[in-house]
């Protein structure tokens, strides 16, 4: 079982930057797939980013729709993956969610995963 923590939304201008942190129970942090997710008002959960750390090299992916302007890291040993949200839109708010799962595949496709209950971001034009 795993347990997420999500933190660091809040109310933001178009433009600025927040940085959202995800942080996990358990000792088999680094062998999760990291993913977030996000679900705007009345649409579907999508897919923002995931890492995966191979034991060596930290693979990330992300949706076209934040590539570029969105960063996600990850701290190990801290049991914490981050989503750095820079130039932010107000397309861009919603709610946050992480996720853990075995597998990157599990992880982007938001399936056989742990979740986190969420944090809201809201982008202000």
């Known amino acids: 079982q795993v347990q997420l923590v999500e933190s660091g939304g809040g109310l933001v201008q178009a433009g600025g930057s927040l940085r959202l942190s995800c942080t996990a129970s358990g000792r088999t942090f680094s062998r999760y797939a990291m993913g977030w997710f996000r679900q705007a008002p009345g649409k579907a959960r999508e897919f923002a980013a995931a890492?995966?750390?191979?034991?060596?090299?930290?693979?990330?992916y992300y949706a076209d729709s934040v590539k570029g302007r969105f960063t996600i890291s990850r701290d190990n040993a801290k049991n914490t993956v981050y989503l750095q949200m820079n130039s932010l839109k107000p397309e861009d708010t919603a709610d946050y969610y992480c996720?853990?799962?075995?597998?990157?595949?599990?992880?982007?496709?938001?399936?056989?995963?742990?979740w986190g209950q969420g944090t809201q971001v809201t982008v202000s034009s």
């Open positions: 890492s995966t750390w191979s034991g060596v090299v930290t693979y990330t």
């Open positions: 996720n853990a799962a075995r597998t990157v595949v599990d992880s982007l496709r938001g399936q056989n995963a742990y």
